[in-house]
């Protein structure tokens, strides 16, 4: 059964940093990963999508990466903003379109 | 263009008692999905449409949840007898079709049971 996990499950950090939200799954055999944006009491907006052929994706300050053979993606957001404080989480989208969710990091860029 | 509409945002319930949770999908997407999130953890898929028929309802624990999709439109996720362990988020996404990945979520329906 797939298994993905995010770390860490909280980050705060100071505006204008970069940071690195990680991804992990256990099962390599996967079409694609897909970053989601979740605001409180809101749906999940779709970020950035990565097929299973692509290394990376970007989006304005935003890059996400795959290693399939290592299990692990990363989303790299550059000089963070306030307006990004949400949680984010990952996705792996297996067969028929399932997605399997990871827990979400809840991020805090202080002003 | 209208996104993925669902309602009631938030219902406040006792336990044993029964709830409903609707979702329009957006125009033109045969596929829908329902979700459920608890506290701090990702949604888990509960049941896949395919126009008005349920591909994949792996997930829905059918002793008590059951959906449907009568006419391939919106859908109706049903609770009954609802319990404390249901108190989640429901959220419900569309897709175009059966060979899009890209999913669009709605705003979801926040579950209190007391």
């Known amino acids: 059964k797939q298994e993905v996990t995010q770390i860490p499950a909280a980050l705060s950090v100071p505006e204008g940093e970069n940071l690195v939200l990680n991804c992990s799954f256990t099962?390599?055999?996967?079409?694609?990963l897909q970053w989601f944006r979740q605001d409180p009491g809101k749906g999940l907006t779709s970020l950035l999508l990565i097929q299973s052929s692509q290394r990376e994706q970007t989006s304005g300050r935003l890059n996400a990466s795959l290693d399939k053979s290592s299990g692990r993606s990363t989303l790299y957001i550059a000089a963070s903003q306030p307006g990004d404080s949400a949680t984010y989480l990952c996705a792996v989208i297996e067969g028929a379109q399932k997605l399997v969710f990871g827990q979400g990091t809840r991020l805090t860029i202080n002003p | 263009e209208a996104g993925v509409v669902q309602s009631p945002r938030y219902k406040i319930i006792e336990k044993k008692q029964p709830v409903a949770f609707w979702c329009n999908p957006i125009s033109g997407h045969n596929t829908l999905y329902w979700y459920r999130q608890n506290l701090g953890q990702g949604p888990e898929l509960l049941i896949r449409?395919?126009?008005?028929?349920?591909?994949?309802d792996s997930q829905l624990p059918k002793d008590r949840f059951s959906a449907e999709r009568l006419k391939g439109v919106d859908s109706t996720l049903k609770i009954q007898p609802a319990e404390l362990g249901d108190s989640a988020v429901y959220l419900c996404a569309s897709s175009l079709d059966s060979h899009s990945y890209e999913q669009y979520f709605g705003p979801g329906t926040r579950l209190t049971v007391t």
């Open positions: 099962d390599s055999a996967i079409y694609n």
């Open positions: 449409y395919e126009n008005e028929e349920a591909v994949d």
